[in-house]
């Protein structure tokens, strides 16, 4: 009780100060305004072969900082991020997903190893790929999957309560992902509503990771049925209190082997659609995010050795060179804003793993967010520098602002 009253304290008192006052904090996305790069991703896989025989490793290998990729989902959780690149973990996925308490001792062994790829800021673990969908040796059923949810929820939460996770994703919302006699979309929806009856309360979720795939569609590579796809989901999302949340895309391309003119036309419609203002839509989109629907995106796939998928690669699996395909998305990142934030300031914006993280609002990296991390702020808003030790830059946009405020209040209130 005294820290809310605190906070009703300290509010009213910046209330007296011009231009302060937060009357409602943003928590969240604010940093894609200034670093609209952070929204272009690609998959791939981090382990590769090249025709040759040689295994590589992809984070090394392929050409993702030219092209301008800033995040990426490899299929499982051991690739982790890297300096630039964020990361989307994969636990609990197809026929060996099942959760178990050593698969979860695992998870935290791989994670202690390596701690610097899985800061709190950078990773976002996703509960399956593709769930309900057979296809993807997805064994769980509506029934089951609220179960699984929930015991890899309290898992990853477990091992950081600041890591945030996500339902495994849609494939697509129309007949052609169809599994136990419904579409995918209608599956997930159930899934979400026996979550509900079992346990009281809407899934709680962090980000929603999903897919776009346009198969079932009367045209695949038609952008405006892109453009439907997100607002389908986007409408699913708002129905089960999840519209305040991130909406990332971790896969989407035209699947069907299609030809250069056609790929290209559509990875620059779909992109130029996602950066514009047409994403704004007061009534599906993310209040957090000026109402934009998709907050980051990844284009499947940047390179691959499945013939199939040839036509979208972003890069060639031998060579590691740019395919024209990946010029064109390597143009559009430096249309839409090429730049990220300075090495200088995304490392003074986390901690170590197991305490409250930078994005909590924990200043001075403690055992807990408090007032001291207050003061930390206030002198850097007023002053306008930012600390290098101790920085209040909350949300890693290098500047200390009224959004970090909002971080704060949000840490000290939980």
Known sequence: MKKYIFLLLLLFALSKVEGLFLPKPVLGASIYENYPQLRFGASFNSQ????????????????????????????????????????????????SGAY??????????????????????????????EIMYQPQSCPFTPETYPAQYKAWYDCVKSINPNYRVSPGAIVGTKEYFKQFGKRNEELYRQMLTNYRNKYGINMPIDVFVTHTYLLGWTNEADV?????????????????????????????TVLSPSDEVTMKRFMEGTINYIMSNEQINTNL????????????????ILTDVVSGYRH????????????????????????YGLGLPTPSSTSSCSCPSGIPSKLSGNANCDSVVDRAD????????????????YSADFNCDSKVDRQDLGYWINGFTR
């Open 285 to 300: 989109g993310n209040p957090n995010d000026g109402n934009r629907m998709v907050q980051r995106f990844a284009w499947f």
């Open 48 to 95: 590769l072969t090249l025709s040759n025989g040689q295994k590589v490793q992809a984070q090394d290998y392929l050409p993702w900082k030219n092209l301008g990729v800033t995040w990426y989902m490899d299929w499982s959780y051991t690739g982790g991020a890297r300096d630039g690149l964020d990361y989307v973990a994969l636990v609990g996925a197809y026929s």
């Open 100 to 129: 178990t308490a050593a698969k979860c001792n695992t998870l935290k062994q791989t994670i202690t190893a390596h701690p610097e790829r899985y800061q709190p800021e950078h990773v976002v673990f996703a509960v399956g790929n």
């Open 374 to 389: 207050l003061n930390y702020w206030l002198n850097q808003f007023v002053s306008g520098v930012v600390q290098s030790q």
């Open 224 to 252: 405006n049925f892109f453009k439907e796809e997100v607002k389908a989901q986007r409408k699913l999302m708002k129905d089960f209190g999840w519209q305040d949340k991130e909406m990332w895309i971790s896969e989407y």
């Open 312 to 335: 979208t690669l972003l890069a060639d699996l031998d060579t590691a060179a740019i395919t024209p395909l990946g010029s064109k998305y390597q143009s559009l990142v430096q249309k």
